[in-house]
């Protein structure tokens, strides 16, 4: 179930429903069995009680039971029926219960008030960059960086057309002055937001040939992305990541876009490879040093061709066979899956490839 309020997933855990009264105690089971322990019941009990168990998904959140009340009076006619009106009396305060949850949890109450985050997205263009907005705009408002707008303005118009919140910002991650002033323009468009989610889904192009013909220009590109870009990324981002860590829904995450070539060097792919894999290690130390402090920092291999107008005249890919390139919505669950791990279970690294890829 999923909380409309706070946006947190909460699983119900069944003890199992019961109705009781609270005052003489008598409890209605599922299997319709009636049990009774002494009291003083009576013509003063007011109420009976329904309990069932939750928990809200938040790190070091405690199972607790939340009580509704039923007019006393009722009690009979709900162990009669119960079969039918337990499930509708779920299912009426299920929404109650939710916003419930989010009260009872651990946080401070100024913790509370400072709840509101966002996902920040470079490399946000059609492809893998607009299907993460898209799914990370169902729980956030998302912003949206690329060097033009013409890479991100459909993405944008998409989210706000859907009800969402999306934000396009021109922004060159290898160009240190550019990123800030992207990141201050960030801080005016969503004053006193946090950061829940970074992604860093900007990439060089693949440019393969002999590596004797490879122009040195061609590996400074990689670097400037692959490295230099994400590198100036990371550095901005993990302090305001860092800083949502106790008021955060979800882990605060960085998750970095690899590719085959990030574990894979390639004949021909001299200066792709070098970029890739050089990002993958930076990767790699920061999710060392920031797992501890609670960051979720993540590599993806993307290892196939990706779904997108830039291949749709690949039809070749893995034999023609249906779902043999990746879907760019797939990509993207998996990034929010990523993003919602518990703490207790974090993911450094995942592979996401078609079923008949060969690896």
């Keep these: 179930m999923k909380c409309p309020k706070s946006r947190l997933q909460i699983p119900l855990v069944a003890s199992p429903p019961s109705v009781g009264c609270r005052d003489c105690v008598t409890t209605l089971g599922q299997s319709g069995a009636r049990s009774e322990s002494p009291g003083r019941c009576g013509a003063a009990v007011e109420d009976a009680e329904l309990t069932f168990a939750t928990n809200c998904g938040i790190p070091d959140s ?13 009690l009979q006619s709900i162990e009669r029926y119960q079969h039918i009106l337990l499930p509708a ?18 946080r ?5 008030m400072a709840s509101k985050f966002y996902t920040v997205i470079i490399g946000a263009g059609g492809g893998t960059g607009g299907a993460v907005a898209s799914r990370f705009s169902k729980a956030y408002p998302v912003v949206l ?6 890479t991100y303005e459909s993405s944008v118009k998409a989210i ?11 922004a060159d991650a290898g160009d240190r002055a550019s990123l800030d002033a992207a990141f201050e323009t960030i801080a005016k468009e969503l004053p006193d937001y946090k950061l829940a989610a970074a992604i860093y ?52 995450s960085l998750i970095v876009t690899g590719a085959t070539a990030s574990v894979k060097g390639s004949a021909r792919f001299a200066a792709f490879a070098a970029g890739k894999w050089a990002k993958r290690a930076l990767t790699q130390s920061i999710a060392r040093e920031y797992g501890p402090k609670g960051v979720h920092v993540a590599h993806a291999v993307i290892d196939g061709v990706i779904t997108g107008p830039r291949t749709e005249a690949f039809t070749s890919v893995n034999g023609g066979a249906p779902d043999g390139k990746i879907s760019a919505d797939s990509i993207a669950e998996t990034y929010w899956n990523l993003h919602t791990q518990h703490r207790s279970g974090f993911t450094w690294e995942v592979d996401i490839r078609p ?3 060969k690896w």
């Design 89 to 106: 009396i779920l299912a009426r305060f299920v929404f109650y219960t939710a916003i419930n949850i989010s009260s009872r949890n651990q």
């Design 108 to 112: 401070r109450p100024e913790d509370i």
């Design 201 to 252: 889904n900007a990439s060089a192009g693949l440019q393969p040939r002999p590596f004797v013909e490879v122009d040195p220009e061609a590996l400074e590109l990689s670097i400037n992305v692959n490295i230099r870009g994400f590198f100036n990324f990371a550095q901005k981002t993990l302090p305001l990541l860092e800083d949502a860590v106790s008021t955060s829904p979800h882990p605060p």
């Design 145 to 150: 960086l690329a060097r033009t707008a013409a």
């Design 62 to 74: 405690r199972q607790r039971p939340l009580i509704i009340y039923i007019n006393h009076n009722d």
């Design 160 to 170: 706000n057309d859907a009800g969402g919140k999306a934000i396009g910002i021109n």
């Design 355 to 357: 079923y008949v890829e």
